[in-house]
């Protein structure tokens, strides 16, 4: 059934095992469908609307335990900020992350607090060796997630262009680790007032990755607001070691709620730099108001 949004409910239930968007193998369950028309002839700040509206209510009315709620819609501003404050995000449902798009609510949601990461002794004498930044290489943390030789790979260029967009938009960050100069690894996902929904990681020198997750939830944990939180999407036992745990759909869907009131933290609120010392500096949040300014 395709509802003005252009969004589909779906229909007979599959499975299938993709890489987590954080790098992590996971066995989900979705459903067939076909695609949907996106809107028309209607502004940008309606369609924003209409899509979270339509999220929103697919999401709440998932069933228990199934992970994907519609499928149809656009890789661009509106459909992929709409879906991040409804509580879904997109993944391509064809080969190698191709079309149709489909907008995943994992029941049950892996989630990170930041006060709650986890750095066993061996990682902190992994990290002695990197230099951290934030914003300074989107493109290139972008790319090594985008790595075709990688099992699972589904970022598309048009998920890349997209995700370019936020990132001139000022919602989407990346996190790079550096060791002599290098690129060793880095992650790269969006800020949405106290919500930061990673995306993909990736790493050239062991450790680097877990540094990068590590970096984030410090940076987001710079001021000590427990609203914050950092959605990894499927917990899997490696992201268990970091911290991350499991909530219910409906549990997540009150954390998002808390989280989207909180202050951006100040690390995505200056641009690009070099991590040295933990700001303390808070910008308010830019929630449904940005996400339609953005969008127009």
């Known amino acids: 059934m395709v509802d003005n949004s252009g969004l589909i409910a779906p229909a007979p239930l ?105 750095e066993s002794s061996s990682m902190r004498r992994e990290r002695r060796g990197f230099h951290v930044t934030v914003d300074t290489a989107f493109a290139q943390v972008v790319a090594g997630c985008a790595d075709p030789s990688r099992p699972g790979r589904w970022i598309t260029t048009g998920y890349a262009r997209a995700y370019r967009d936020l990132f001139d938009a000022g919602m989407a960050h990346s996190v790079e680790v550096w060791r002599d100069g290098a690129l060793a690894g880095g992650l790269f996902g969006i800020a949405i007032g106290g919500l930061f929904a990673a995306e993909s990681k990736f790493h050239h020198v062991t450790g680097a990755s877990k540094a990068a997750v590590v970096a984030l939830a410090r940076l987001c944990d710079a001021d000590g607001d427990p ?40 690390a995505f609120a200056g641009g690009a730099h070099s991590v040295g010392t933990a700001a303390d500096a808070a910008t308010t949040s830019p929630g449904i108001a940005a996400l339609i300014q953005v969008s127009a």
């Open 227 to 266: 609203r914050r939180v950092i959605d990894v999407q499927w917990r899997t036992d490696h992201l268990a070691t970091l911290g991350v745990t499991e909530v219910d759909r409906s549990t997540y869907l009150g954390i998002l709620g808390e989280a989207l009131a909180a202050p951006v933290p100040a």
């Open 14 to 118: 599959l499975c299938v095992t993709f890489v987590g968007l954080m790098g992590e193998v996971a066995r989900i369950s979705w459903t067939r469908g076909r695609r949907g028309a996106t809107l028309c002839c209607v502004s940008r700040r309606d369609q924003t609307l209409r899509l979270h509206t339509a999220l929103a209510t697919r999401v709440h009315r998932a069933p228990a335990g199934e992970d994907l709620v519609a499928i149809g819609g656009r890789l661009d501003r509106g459909h992929l900020l709409a879906g991040f404050v409804s509580g879904a995000f997109p993944m391509g449902l064809g080969p190698r992350g191709s079309g149709p798009i489909g907008w995943f609510s994992p029941d049950p949601r892996g989630v990170l607090r930041p006060s709650a990461v986890r």
